[in-house]
């Protein structure tokens, strides 16, 4: 497997001025996880405690110097979000610490993502390196309030969350109190609006922005949303340095990621890797199976491609910008060989169908409609056109929503079908798919391979 | 008279009231039975617009416009209704009593469900005459006393009209009824939520024999217009209401 | 300074009113909600300015704009997962 950088431009994706270690620029992340949040999280099975934490990173580093030194210190290490948008995450701490009202923080750890589990993990091995990057954050923020925002779905993850609090109450090492919240769990509810919206007191739903949050958000006060990942990056940006930071990743990615990795692998699980590592290193990393052809990246908003065609690109924004993908937050999915991806790709289209926020007409009805076709698609059995009826309707319900959800179920949708294009003109003529014929038994009934969750509690948006 | 100090020349018609009911009643009468009927008419194609019922004939738009200025001119003739009443001597209403409930002499409850529909209508009126300057929330919140203000119109008709006994007058109030009753019910058939649609179905099903019942046990009996509170010097003992013109300023 | 149409996707409900007095700039999806044209041409600002006047839901707009930009977007939210 080649890793080949073609020596295109990754963009100027980050930070405005270029203060590069030159040897970075010439290294290229090697295949192998690197431990730096994941570090000692085989030694137990369950969360660091406050001590093993502090003999484990150091205790949580005091500013002498103020606030300005830890927005510095991000700044130079070029952290981006973690969370999927990948946004500058110094940009946002000084656009919220330039306003005049004291600040909020809040910690997204919502994860609504199905096929995602790194910030679930992170929070329940190293509960302590987020709450470290909350505290750190709000101080260079000049924040009186903070929160972290949980599924309620996942109330043992809360039950950590809050025995790390406490903890951290008893030892009195923090200057604010962190409150811990558990939320609707809703696919847009890990949204950044979303989460602002509940806090105040509304539905876990998307707002029509502007004013967005670090301008306006909880309780009307500038607001900092971050991934609990990017919090706990803060975290150990606050203890070893920017240099250090920048020791592993790229120029244009720094530090190292969490990714999910499922599927056709053997190996399935959350790796952190170094940024800039190429998709098919990280692939490798968990065991790729043989007879996997596609890889679904970034999510369930992502895209569909074929592993050849991205193999050698680095997992980053910028790297997969020229193909037409994301990381996300960090998600591989692997079409194991039996598997049908347009089958997997109605059911996740279904899935976000039901997920929206009903608030939008045209992602209301167009995205269970395009669902529809797809899954007619999938089991064969078209009526009509449905390739032609769903090219038309992708270009109907992009950009008619009040957010993004309609854009990225559309985008998963036509990437399903652009990478799985023989497969879907073999289903439109109502034959079935290659991937039944390559399957070990001939025409059964395909198994589901991406988890789908069950429905939230339908209307319950509080 | 009041009406003597104003127009001389119509002074003289109007003593004829002394004798029977004047213009101005009969004024009263039909403006109010008009009204109501552009008020069904509004109400139903308010009710039409929520449950999207468009055609070739009626488009959204006529629909929309036509709800808005049929509203309009049952506010006019409410207000020719309110003016004859109040002009016309022989009950005695004052013009406060078309705004403040329970401020006439005359049938003061009925006459009340009457100045609070009023009330509700101008406030209707003038929040859709608004609606682009006010928050949308404050139009819809008041919008939905329309619901309200219908019925109320209705109860008033039956409880303060001398002619609640007249048949045709009481097949046309229960023709409005009807339209009115069928568009909520062909809406409410509509909902999304079932908890909603029962209970408007319900609702509007009890409105309806709350309504019969009324009038059964109401303007239908005798001596209704004493039990409705025409004050006793108006009361003549040969003619409960009925509608007719009595000699001696009969009871109406 | 172009004029042009926007909607408040979230207070839309699919009335259907605008398309109904400005075709020429309003064109209805399959499901009943509105596709706007990019701008509106000065002959026809009287007849915007009716349908947004008309719309039960006051989802419509009329705004000036400094520049054309691309493929009109509601400002929109940013996954942030």
């Known amino acids: 497997m080649s890793h080949a950088y073609a020596g295109d431009d990754y963009g100027s994706y980050g930070y405005p001025g270029d203060r590069v270690s030159p040897r970075s620029r010439d290294r290229r992340p090697s295949a192998r996880t690197t431990p730096r949040l994941t570090l000692d999280w085989q030694r137990t099975d369950r969360?660091?405690?406050?001590?093993?934490?502090?003999?484990?990173?150091?205790?949580?580093?005091?500013?002498?110097?103020?606030?300005?030194?830890?927005?510095?210190?991000?700044?130079?290490?070029?952290?981006?979000?973690?969370?999927?948008?990948?946004?500058?995450?110094?940009?946002?701490?000084?656009?919220?610490?330039?306003?005049?009202?004291?600040?909020?923080?809040?910690?997204?750890?919502?994860?609504?993502?199905?096929?995602?589990?790194?910030?679930?993990?992170?929070?329940?091995?190293?509960?302590?390196?987020?709450?470290?990057?909350?505290?750190?954050?709000?101080?260079?923020?000049?924040?009186?309030?903070?929160?972290?925002?949980?599924?309620?779905?996942?109330?043992?993850?809360?039950?950590?969350?809050?025995?790390?609090?406490?903890?951290?109450?008893?030892?009195?090492?923090?200057?604010?109190?962190?409150?811990?919240?558990?939320?609707?769990?809703?696919?847009?509810?890990?949204?950044?609006?979303?989460?602002?919206?509940?806090?105040?007191?509304?539905?876990?739903?998307?707002?029509?922005?502007?004013?967005?949050?670090?301008?306006?958000?909880?309780?009307?006060?500038?607001?900092?949303?971050?991934?609990?990942?990017?919090l706990a990056h803060v975290a150990l940006i606050a203890r070893y340095g920017a240099e250090w930071f920048r020791e592993v990743g790229t120029r244009e990615a720094t530090g190292t990621m969490l990714t999910t990795v499922t599927g056709g692998v053997s190996r399935p699980?959350?790796?952190?890797?170094?940024?800039?590592?190429?998709?098919?290193?990280?692939?490798?990393?968990?065991?790729?199976?043989?007879?996997?052809?596609?890889?679904?990246?970034?999510?369930?908003?992502?895209?569909?491609?074929?592993?050849?065609?991205?193999?050698?690109?680095?997992?980053?924004?910028?790297?997969?910008?020229?193909?037409?993908?994301?990381?996300?937050?960090?998600?591989?999915?692997?079409?194991p060989a039996e598997a049908c991806g347009l089958a997997e790709a109605a059911r996740i289209m279904r899935y976000l169908a039901s997920q929206g926020a009903q608030q939008c007409?045209?992602?209301?009805?167009?995205?269970?409609?395009?669902?529809?076709?797809?899954?007619?698609?999938?089991?064969?059995?078209?009526?009509?056109?449905?390739?032609?009826?769903?090219?038309?309707?992708?270009?109907?319900?992009?950009?008619?929503?009040?957010?993004?959800?309609?854009?990225g179920a559309v985008r998963m949708a036509a990437s399903a079908i652009q990478t799985f294009q023989a497969d879907a003109h073999a289903h439109a003529q109502r034959r079935a798919c290659f991937s039944a014929q390559r399957g070990r038994h001939h025409g059964r009934q395909q198994t589901a391979m991406l988890p789908v969750p069950r429905p939230f509690a339908e209307g319950d948006w509080r | 008279m009041p009406g003597g100090q104003l127009w001389p020349a119509a002074g003289h018609v109007l003593a004829a009231s002394s004798y029977g009911p004047s213009p101005l009643w009969y004024t009263a009468r039909a403006t109010g039975v008009v009204a109501l009927i552009l008020l069904t008419i509004t109400v139903a194609l308010g009710v039409a617009g929520t449950a999207r019922l468009s055609s070739q004939l009626l488009p959204g738009v006529v629909r929309s416009g036509l709800h808005r200025n049929v509203s309009l001119l049952a506010v006019a003739f409410v207000v020719v209704h309110v003016l004859?009443?109040?002009?016309?001597?022989?009950?005695?209403?004052?013009?406060?009593?078309?705004?403040?409930?329970?401020?006439?002499?005359?049938?003061?409850?009925?006459?009340?469900?009457?100045?609070?529909?009023?009330?509700?209508?101008?406030?209707?009126?003038?929040?859709?005459?608004?609606?682009?300057?006010?928050?949308?929330?404050?139009?819809?919140?008041?919008?939905?006393?329309?619901?309200?203000?219908w019925p109320i119109a209705l109860w008033h008709g039956l409880g303060t009209g001398t002619d609640s006994r007249l048949s045709w007058v009481l097949i046309l109030f229960g023709a409005c009824a009807l339209v009115v009753a069928g568009a909520v019910g062909t809406r409410l058939n509509l909902a999304a939520s079932?908890?909603?649609?029962?209970?408007?179905?319900?609702?509007?099903?009890?409105?309806?024999?709350?309504?019969?019942?009324?009038?059964?046990?109401?303007?239908?009996?005798?001596?209704?217009?004493?039990?409705?509170?025409?004050?006793?010097?108006?009361?003549?003992?040969?003619?409960?209401?009925?509608?007719?013109?009595?000699?001696?300023?009969?009871?109406? | 300074m172009t004029m042009t149409l926007q909607i408040d996707p979230i207070a839309c409900t699919g009335h259907g009113l605008c398309a109904d007095l400005l075709p020429e700039l309003i064109e209805l999806d399959e499901w009943g909600y509105p596709i706007l044209a990019d701008s509106v041409p000065p002959d026809l600002l009287a007849h915007a300015r009716r349908a947004v006047s008309a719309c039960p839901a006051l989802a419509l707009r009329l705004v000036r704009v400094q520049h054309q930009l691309g493929p009109r977007h509601q400002a929109s939210a940013r996954p942030g997962r």
């Open chain 1, 47 to 230: 969360a660091a405690t406050l001590r093993e934490h502090s003999a484990r990173f150091g205790p949580l580093p005091r500013h002498a110097g103020g606030r300005p030194d830890l927005l510095d210190q991000v700044e130079a290490a070029r952290l981006t979000g973690r969370g999927g948008a990948g946004f500058p995450t110094a940009t946002k701490m000084r656009a919220v610490a330039a306003r005049r009202r004291p600040a909020v923080v809040v910690a997204n750890g919502m994860e609504s993502e199905p096929a995602s589990e790194k910030d679930q993990a992170l929070l329940a091995r190293a509960p302590h390196l987020v709450l470290d990057g909350i505290s750190l954050a709000a101080g260079a923020v000049g924040a009186a309030e903070a929160h972290i925002c949980l599924p309620r779905t996942r109330s043992w993850l809360t039950d950590s969350v809050l025995a790390a609090v406490a903890e951290r109450q008893r030892a009195g090492i923090d200057q604010i109190s962190i409150a811990v919240h558990e939320l609707p769990h809703h696919y847009v509810s890990s949204e950044e609006t979303s989460l602002v919206h509940w806090l105040n007191g509304g539905e876990a739903k998307p707002t029509t922005t502007p004013p967005r949050p670090f301008e306006r958000g909880v309780g009307k006060r500038p607001t900092l949303v971050d991934n609990v990942e990017t």
């Open chain 1, 269 to 335: 699980g959350v790796y952190e890797v170094e940024a800039g590592t190429a998709v098919g290193d990280v692939l490798e990393l968990a065991g790729l199976q043989a007879g996997a052809e596609a890889v679904l990246i970034g999510g369930y908003f992502g895209t569909w491609h074929d592993i050849a065609a991205v193999e050698g690109r680095p997992f980053t924004a910028a790297g997969l910008h020229p193909v037409g993908a994301s990381p996300g937050a960090g998600v591989l999915f692997a079409l």
């Open chain 1, 361 to 407: 007409g045209p992602c209301m009805f167009g995205l269970p409609a395009v669902a529809d076709d797809l899954g007619q698609l999938a089991a064969g059995r078209p009526e009509g056109d449905p390739l032609s009826r769903m090219q038309r309707r992708f270009g109907v319900i992009t950009g008619r929503g009040a957010c993004r959800h309609p854009d």
């Open chain 2, 84 to 149: 004859s009443s109040v002009l016309d001597p022989y009950a005695g209403i004052k013009l406060i009593s078309a705004i403040v409930p329970f401020s006439s002499a005359y049938r003061p409850f009925w006459l009340s469900l009457g100045a609070i529909a009023f009330d509700m209508l101008l406030a209707l009126v003038l929040t859709s005459l608004l609606r682009s300057r006010i928050p949308y929330r404050a139009w819809s919140v008041v919008h939905w006393l329309g619901y309200a203000c």
């Open chain 2, 194 to 252: 079932s908890l909603n649609r029962t209970a408007g179905l319900a609702g509007t099903a009890a409105f309806v024999v709350a309504t019969i019942v009324f009038v059964a046990v109401g303007p239908l009996q005798p001596g209704w217009a004493r039990r409705a509170g025409t004050p006793a010097s108006m009361l003549g003992s040969a003619h409960p209401a009925s509608g007719t013109p009595g000699r001696t300023g009969a009871a109406r």
